[in-house]
T-cell receptor
Framework: QKEVEQDPGPLSVPEGAIVSLNCTYS??????FMWYRQYSRKGPELLMY????GNKEDGRFTAQVDKSSKYISLFIRDSQPSDSATYLC???????????FGKGITLSVRP | NAGVTQTPKFQVLKTGQSMTLQCAQD?????MYWYRQDPGMGLRLIYY???????DKGEVPNGYNVSRLNKREFSLRLESAAPSQTSVYFC??????????????FGAGTRLSVL
């Protein structure tokens, strides 16, 4: 079992839909959680960063971490065609540790 | 501020040819990384450099070598390219030891085809 599992998709939704993207992880030592967004033919860029359990909101995006069930989620409200991209979850245990990435899920938002 | 710059953006090689992928960052980060990204496989770490003068193998180092030329630059070399090395290569940098230090910043990638 890989340390971080992510549904490979792809996922296609109509504009305005609420999108839920999810990852699960196996290592209970993971404490820091991130979501990267990668547009086609571009490098990944940081979208959300959270520490430990709880929610973090940034505009239309909400990152949620449930450490008890080892579950990471990204919610996108009022999805837009400009949200069409690949989303990768990532996590690490602490300072000086390397990132562990999920494989990414490709989202397409239809106008 | 350019961030992480990779050259070239595209490259086509024949089997057995060699080439070096270049990466430079202007954020004064200590750590730098090379990944490859393949469909269905996600990002896989090839090599990383925790600081100037050090390099370590990642998940898929076979067929590659790296050089940390100075704090800014980290190159990836394919000595004898194989079709299995056809991929998109990303360089990244970070500054561990700071509160958000493990956040990695990525370049735009190099698309490599080996025929």
């Amino acid at each position: 079992q890989k340390e971080v599992e992510q549904d490979p998709g792809p996922l296609s939704v109509p504009e305005g839909a609420i999108v839920s993207l999810n990852c699960t992880y196996s290592n209970s030592a993971f404490q820091y959680f991130m979501w990267y967004r990668q547009y086609s033919r571009k490098g990944p860029e940081l979208l959300m960063y959270t520490y430990s359990s709880g929610n973090k909101e940034d505009g239309r995006f909400t990152a949620q971490v449930d450490k008890s069930s080892k579950y990471i989620s990204l919610f996108i409200r009022d999805s837009q065609p400009s949200d069409s991209a690949t989303y990768l979850c990532a996590t690490y245990t602490g300072a000086n540790s390397k990132l562990t990435f999920g494989k990414g899920i490709t989202l397409s938002v239809r106008p | 501020n350019a961030g992480v710059t990779q050259t070239p953006k595209f490259q086509v090689l024949k089997t057995g040819q060699s080439m070096t992928l270049q990466c430079a960052q202007d954020m004064n980060h200590n750590s730098m990384y090379w990944y490859r990204q393949d469909p269905g496989m996600g990002l896989r770490l090839i090599y990383y450099s925790a600081s100037e003068g050090t390099t370590d193998k990642g998940e898929v180092p076979n067929g590659y070598n790296v050089s940390r030329l100075n704090k800014r630059e980290f190159s990836l070399r394919l000595e004898s390219a194989a079709p299995s090395q056809t991929s998109v290569y990303f360089c990244a940098s970070s500054e561990p030891g700071t509160p958000r230090g493990n956040i990695q910043y990525f370049g735009a990638g190099t698309r490599l085809s080996v025929l």
